[in-house]
């Protein structure tokens, strides 16, 4: 049966603008790219993000509940406070940044309109 998750895929709109943004903001590294196509990242751990560039206005890497956007998938970070700052001080179109209880919670929307989370868990979460 199944052992790992082995890479998501994502949405995007301009190839060169998802990739700088994932690199730059998010700290991934580009590991290979086939022209405007797709391009493959990655993080130190966890899957690789496989990124697919479409034309397609209604293709998001997320879903609404209740007319709610939610994201997909959640990153684990300890600097989940320096991530806010970063992408607020880039005009990230932010969702929520709050305690909750177990864990601080960020959601921000990429640069091609795909929503994604961020958790830092409390000292007696983990």
Do not use: C
């Not at 391009?39 to 293709?59: K, R, V, Y």
């Not at 932010?94 to 959601?107: E, M, P, S, T």
């Amino acid at each position: 049966m199944l052992t790992s998750l082995e890479h998501m895929q994502i949405p995007v709109r301009q190839m060169d603008r998802a990739i700088l943004w994932y690199t730059e903001m998010l700290g991934f590294q580009l590991n290979s790219r086939e022209g405007d196509r797709i391009a493959f990242l990655a993080l130190p751990e966890g899957p690789i993000l496989m990124l697919w560039q479409t034309h397609d206005e209604a293709s998001y890497a997320h879903y609404t509940v209740d007319g709610a956007d939610f994201p997909v998938l959640l990153f684990r970070t300890s600097k989940i406070h320096e991530l806010h700052d970063k992408l607020a001080a880039r005009n990230t179109r932010i969702q929520v940044y709050q305690n909750d209880g177990f864990a601080w919670v960020l959601k921000f929307y990429d640069t091609e309109g795909n929503l994604w989370g961020a958790l830092q868990f409390n000292s007696s979460s983990q």
